[in-house]
């Protein structure tokens, strides 16, 4: 790995952390007098799903200690439903009802666990870092289907006044400080608004992560580094040398909020920094 790359992939550990709605693998511990069937029916998971993604051929000779991983398991949050969750991970709700056994009448509780119909190939593909395809309905400012709701947005959000005035990358509807293990700050503007640098600086990295739609890392001469998340379409390269103002790309819709929303992050020497107080111009 180059100098130049450890910058960028420490700021990536920070993007990629608030990965609480894609699902992830469980490790069991198997313990003396367990089998694959006790295993299968304490996580509701097919013991043939098991034994494909742990490469099992036969589950007679498992042996205590032995470290079991448990495909596809995804934790309800609040807030979540069938259909929602089903998008995810590209599946339909009756997949997802079907395999976890839930009735067409049944509810989800914050905390429940269900396995994606698929197994490790569905949650592979989730975790790719391509956002899923809005479905129709979820542009900002338009009705969700009924019975439908948005998950809740993981980030967290604190209450600090931004101030409005300053040059930002797209213009300001509502502006917010991120908190927590993303620091930086969610600006609200208009769908299909183009973002400008507000620094001149190098591309050093442009695509997509989970999360926060297109993202654009922009290094300026003096070493800062400046993220745009939230694009839907990027209009530079990697090694493209940009001007105060420049066009990046254009805002998309966030995939939680529904609202198009721009994440806004500056880092020096890999620390972040209030991006209010970061330098702005040429």
């Known amino acids: 790995m180059s ?14 952390a608030p990965a609480l709605f894609w699902a992830e693998d469980l490790v069991h511990t198997l313990k ?66 079907r395999i976890n056994k839930i009735p067409k009448d ?11 119909p698929g197994g490790a190939q569905a949650v592979a593909a989730a975790g790719k870092g391509n956002d899923p395809a809005p479905a129709k309905g979820d542009d900002a400012g338009q009705k969700l289907p009924p019975g439908v709701s948005r998950p809740l947005d993981p980030r967290t959000y604190d209450n600090r006044t931004v101030d409005k005035s300053l040059i930002w990358p797209v213009s300001v509807i509502d502006i917010s400080y991120l908190s927590g293990k993303v620091y930086g700050v969610s600006i609200t503007s208009d769908k299909g608004e183009r973002v400008k640098a507000i620094a001149s600086g190098k591309v050093i990295s442009a695509g997509p ?17 400046y993220v745009y998340g939230g ?10 040398v940009l001007s105060f103002g ?37």
């Open 106 to 116: 049944g509810t989800l509780k914050a905390g429940d666990r269900l396995c994606v």
């Open 231 to 240: 694009l839907e379409k990027v209009s530079q390269r990697v090694g493209h």
């Open 3 to 16: 100098k130049q790359c450890l910058g960028p992939c420490a700021i990536l550990a920070f993007l990629l």
């Open 209 to 225: 992560y989970r999360g926060f739609g297109q993202v654009v890392f922009v290094q300026s001469t003096s070493g800062y580094i």
């Open 32 to 97: 003396k007098g367990e089998t694959l069937y006790s295993i299968s029916r304490q996580y509701q998971v097919p013991a043939e799903l098991i034994m494909s993604h742990n490469g099992i051929a036969n589950p007679d000779r498992l042996q205590a200690g032995q470290k079991i991983k448990i495909p596809g398991i995804y934790t309800v949050q609040k807030g979540d439903t069938l259909y929602a969750i089903a998008r995810k991970f590209g599946v339909t709700a009756d997949e997802l009802a």
């Open 246 to 282: 420049d066009s990046l790309g254009t805002l998309g819709s966030d995939s939680l909020s529904g609202k198009a929303q721009l994440y806004f992050m500056v880092y020096n020497k890999d620390t972040p920094i209030d991006p209010a107080k970061a330098p702005r111009g040429n």
